[in-house]
Structures are given as C-alpha cells and as structure tokens.
C-alpha cells in the first residue's frame, strides 16, 4: 500500500489560539482548550479529583516495569492463546473500563476510540487505514480483562518508556524511577544500555502495556494495514519521544518516517477526548468495512 507522508510536523506545524472560542488550531484540526475535567490537557499538576490516583498509577508503573519484567509480559502474551474474537467484540469488551492514568478523561474506552476514529475521519476523508488506526488503537486495553489475567493498570495503560536503558528525565513523574530495580544496575542505566545508537525502535523493549501487546495482535495476525499504522499503535503512548523528543537516538530512517504520523495521529488521539458522544449504531457499519477490508474475521488475542 502506498500513503502520502506528511510533511515534518517538527519543523512545519503550525498552531493558533483562537481567544474567542477557547481553540486550538493545529493545521486545521481546531482541538478544545479544556479536557473533560476543565482543565488543560496532560496536565499533571492540575489540583482535580484525578491528581492522586494518576500520580499513585505512575509511581506503580515506575518501580515494576523493569526489563526482566517486559521480557517476561512479551513471552506469556505474545503467544496470543487466550482468545478468538474479532475486532468488535474487542472495542465492546472495553466498554468495561476506565483508563486510570488518563487526566483528561473518565468515559468509557469504547467513546474514546470513536471520538478519535471519527476526528480523523473528517480531516483525512481519504486515509482510511487512519480512521480504522484511530478505532483499535487502544484495543490493547484488555488486558485488563478477567480472561486476559486482569492486569492491573501500570502493566496496561500509561505513557511508555524503553527499559533496558537510562529513564530520561522527560517521563511523567520520573522520581518514581529511582525505586526502580534496573536504575542502578549498570548493565542497564548508561544511554544506550544493552542496545546501539540508531538501532531502530523495532530492536528496543519498551515497558510493557497496550500498546505493545495491540502491534504484536495487528502484527500476528497479518494485517493488511501499511507500517505506519503499525507504528502508530505501538507507539502513540511514548510521549518521552513525541512530545520531548527523547531517546530518539535509537530511531532509524523508517522510524522517522513513522514519527511523522505518529504526530499527526497524537493530537487526535489527545484532543478529541470530550463529551461530545458519538452515535454508535450509525458509525457502526463503516468501521466493520474497515475491519473486513485489513483484518479477518477472527483474530487470536
């Protein structure tokens, strides 16, 4: 499949507050200037109901995501044993649960993927192997799930970092690494650690969550949608490299290439979180095409 890269959002993008109505205006896109909770978006500090559950999730994620860890989590589910279902049945499986370290949002998974779906379904009428990127994105998420061993939600949901190396410093709540088994061990906390400069981000663990656990489903099960949606997915929660440009020293040429969508992907996967609901019998139909067109009818998860 042939895609159109988007011109280096880096170097290019272009934003505007609009003061009347309280925008933001990326390129087009026009994003709220509050989340759900009024407050501004990631907004780690904001005095909310919220602040001390996410803060509590990520010091859990920070000690217990270690390498022996993600190494362990690749293997047990990369087997993909556990169940068949389609892509459906696993976006209504989430209407069970609430992502614990999101600060801008408290419905239900399912609204999210639709919201994002539908954003980027009106800005990019033609890419639909965006729009239907934009609905599984998150379908990692069940492995919070009884059938899946009921993860708890540091070892599902959160922003991801490489292990295997030194924590940078642009992590949320990065003084949590410190309790970190791997924050001393030497093998481990240099730059580079048991990896190379320019290796590739396919050659890097990353702490294991969602993310990881969807590419390697997408991936298993041959899909037919083209790389960069592949790096979307396993990388639309690594917000140390899309927002503050760490560890991109382990990025190769197709890295690159993925990162360019990756950015546009993140500011719908960010901003579209709202009130605003989405009618899900009426977008229902289009999304099975998708999910017909680049997936079979039942996957291994």
């Known amino acids: 499949m042939t895609i159109k890269v988007p011109i280096d959002h880096e170097e290019h993008q272009t934003s505007v507050f609009d003061e009347e109505k309280k925008e933001l205006i990326l390129d087009g896109f026009v994003?709220?200037?509050?989340?759900?909770?009024?407050?501004?978006?990631?907004?780690?500090?904001?005095?909310?109901?919220?602040?001390?559950?996410?803060?509590?999730?990520?010091?859990l994620s920070h000690i217990y995501q270690t390498y022996e860890f993600v190494q362990r989590m690749r293997k047990e589910y990369g087997s993909l044993n556990r169940v068949e279902m389609s892509i459906w049945e696993c976006c209504e499986l989430l209407n069970e649960f609430v992502d614990e370290s999101d600060p801008d949002l408290d419905e239900p998974q399912i609204e999210h993927l639709l919201q994002t779906a539908e954003?980027?379904?009106?800005?990019?009428?033609?890419?639909?192997?965006?729009?239907?990127?934009?609905?599984?994105h998150d379908l990692g998420k069940v492995l919070l799930h009884p059938s899946f061993g009921a993860l708890p939600q540091?070892?599902?949901?959160?922003?991801?970092?490489?292990?295997?190396?030194?924590?940078?410093?642009?992590?949320?709540?990065?003084?949590?690494?410190?309790?970190?088994?791997?924050?001393?061990?030497?093998?481990?906390?240099t730059e580079f650690g048991v990896y190379?400069?320019?290796?590739?981000?396919?050659?890097?663990?990353?702490?294991?969550g969602h993310d990881d656990y969807m590419y390697l489903v997408a991936k298993e099960n041959k899909t037919t949608l083209p790389d960069a949606a592949l790096f979307i997915i396993r990388y639309h929660s690594f917000y140390p490299l899309h927002k503050a440009g760490a560890y991109k020293y382990f990025?190769?040429?197709?890295?690159?290439?993925?990162?360019?969508?990756?950015?546009?992907?993140?500011?719908?996967?960010?901003?579209?979180?709202?009130?605003?609901?989405?009618?899900?019998?009426?977008?229902?139909?289009?999304?099975?095409?998708?999910?017909?067109?680049?997936?079979?009818?039942?996957?291994?998860?």
Not at 196 to 208: A, D, F, H, K, Q
Not at 262 to 276: A, G, H, P, R
């Open 31 to 59: 994003a709220p200037d509050m989340n759900t909770f009024g407050h501004s978006f990631r907004d780690y500090d904001a005095d909310s109901e919220r602040k001390r559950s996410v803060e509590q999730f990520y010091k």
């Open 119 to 136: 954003a980027i379904r009106r800005d990019y009428p033609d890419e639909d192997w965006l729009h239907l990127t934009g609905l599984i």
């Open 154 to 189: 540091w070892a599902v949901v959160g922003d991801t970092f490489p292990v295997g190396c030194r924590f940078d410093e642009s992590n949320i709540h990065y003084k949590y690494f410190k309790d970190n088994p791997d924050f001393n061990n030497q093998k481990y906390n």
């Open 196 to 208: 190379t400069e320019g290796c590739g981000l396919n050659n890097v663990l990353m702490s294991w």
């Open 251 to 301: 990025m190769n040429e197709k890295d690159h290439e993925g990162l360019k969508w990756l950015q546009v992907f993140n500011k719908y996967d960010l901003y579209s979180k709202s009130k605003v609901r989405i009618d899900v019998e009426k977008v229902k139909p289009y999304y099975i095409s998708l999910i017909n067109k680049y997936f079979p009818k039942k996957l291994r998860w």
